[in-house]
């Protein structure tokens, strides 16, 4: 056997380097190169005959359906894809303090009280910590199993024992080590050591594993890339410090969509789930007022009316400023040179910022022509016909492209009294409560939006 060596990794990606370096020849990350001791070499080849022959089976063979444990959290529920699957591993990241072990905590102990065996096990926080939350949350009465340990080994003797637990949260899997390593808990080999025995345990014992996860400041789950590769689903719980909503939104699932969305709201006894988004991000918003959009939306399955707000004033810098919260400021720049080229309105020598209401990311295209209407609106001083939402693709030729599930779209309009609609056109909308006004070119609705200000 080779002589132990060590090796310098990089926490960030987990490129291995010959020698200690400043920034990372890989991801380019500063000051995340560690140095960690190595095992063992990695044999140059196999001899035959030593592994043992695969069975393989037919892909039109019968299959179960996926057993899942539903929670009772129907926005949490909603994003896993319909219920916890047994066996499955689910990764669930966000920043510090905003309430994934709340969610969890919340979500386990609910099972609990179903009868379900459930155990939460704590590396950051004590047991009379998670007592005194449980009593805050109300949920003392759950008899939910709790620990505090660090070690995987002792995790998972508990788990695979006599007793048959079902679903196993681990808060954080950053906090977790293996004891035949020497490198501390955090670093990359113990991040992907921990996560592969816990999920094999995971595996092996259809238990349900939830695994909270540390994220960087760029907010992406710290650790190796293989960990959100390793497990079966990746949740990131997003917010804003100022807003007291919280999305929960799935980036990977291998049993439900990949683009559902959960939103709660915080409050003193927990989290609560917010069966109306939609009524509730338009709940502050003022009619008549120049430069609001209300732009209908889809997460996933789900329609969600957000107000966009934009402000276009006359700057005194040589360099104007685009200041943009909740939306892509690249697509902001694509809209606005359309805006002046296909439709001459000029943005030369104004700031332009633009913000989401609410604590929402937008990342669909068809947030476009609402995002228009805004700019347009602020422009031209002139506020959006009342009760009126706006939904619609451009194109670099200035060209409105129609979007998909715009019934969805338009029926979740109608339930919030909303009676106009500024739309693609072509559009064959089966609603009868709301007048569509469709158009075919950028410049036939900047006419439309400007055409109140030339009357007064």
């Not at 805050?136 to 995987?152: C, E, K, M, Q, V």
């Not at 809209?335 to 030369?348: I, K």
Request: hydrophobic share 40%; charged share 20%.
């Amino acid at each position: 056997m080779a002589q132990a060596t060590n090796q310098f990794v990089c926490q960030s990606c987990g490129a291995s380097h010959r020698r200690w370096v400043g920034r990372c020849e890989s991801c380019g990350a500063w000051n995340s190169v560690v140095e960690e001791a190595a095992r063992s070499t990695i044999p140059k080849g196999m001899s035959k005959g030593k592994g043992k022959g695969l069975t393989y089976e037919q892909l039109h063979g019968k299959t179960p359906d996926a057993v899942r444990l539903v929670t009772g959290n129907q926005e949490f529920d909603r994003v896993c894809g319909g219920g916890l699957v047994a066996g499955s591993a689910i990764l669930i990241g966000g920043d510090p303090g905003i309430g994934k072990s709340t969610l969890l905590l919340q979500c386990v102990a609910t099972l609990a009280r179903n009868g379900i065996d459930c155990a939460y096990v704590s590396g950051e926080e004590a047991t009379a910590q998670l007592r005194l939350r449980a009593n805050r949350l109300g949920l003392a009465d759950s008899p939910l199993r709790i620990a505090a340990a660090n070690s995987i080994r002792d995790v998972i003797t508990s788990t695979e024992g006599k007793t048959a637990t079902k679903v196993l949260v681990v808060d954080s899997i950053q906090t977790m080590f293996v004891d035949n390593l020497d490198s501390a808990p955090g670093s990359v080999a113990q991040v992907r050591a921990s996560a592969h025995e816990l999920i094999r345990m995971a595996k092996s014992s259809d238990c349900v594993l939830l695994l909270v996860g540390h994220v960087t400041k760029d907010g992406q789950i710290a650790g190796p890339r293989v960990l959100e590769h390793m497990v079966d689903t990746v949740l990131y719980f997003e917010g804003e410090r100022g807003h007291q909503f919280r999305i929960l939104r799935a980036v990977k699932n291998r049993f439900g969509a990949t683009d559902e969305i959960g939103v709660f709201e915080m409050t003193d006894a927990g989290l609560k789930e917010v069966e109306n988004p939609s009524a509730l991000f338009l709940g502050d918003r003022n009619d008549g007022v120049s430069g609001s959009a209300v732009f209908a939306g889809m997460e996933g399955t789900r329609p969600v009316l957000m107000e966009i707000q934009a402000l276009v004033a006359s700057s005194s810098l040589a360099t104007p400023r685009r200041a943009v919260v909740g939306w892509d400021s690249s697509r902001l720049s694509m809209v606005l040179a359309v805006l002046e080229s296909r439709c001459g309105v000029v943005f030369t020598g104004k700031d332009v910022f633009l913000n989401i209401a609410g604590g929402l990311r937008v990342s669909e295209p068809a947030a476009d022509l609402a995002v228009v209407a805004a700019l347009v609106s602020s422009v031209c001083d002139v506020p959006l016909p009342a009760s009126t939402v706006v939904f619609g693709e451009i194109g670099l030729a200035g060209e409105i492209r129609p979007v998909g599930q715009a019934d969805a779209r338009l029926k979740e309009a109608g339930k919030l009294g909303f009676e106009n609609a500024f739309v693609p056109g072509g559009l064959k909308s089966q609603s009868q409560s709301i007048r569509c006004a469709q158009f075919d070119h950028l410049i036939d609705f900047v006419s439309h939006l400007s055409a109140p200000a030339d009357g007064q």
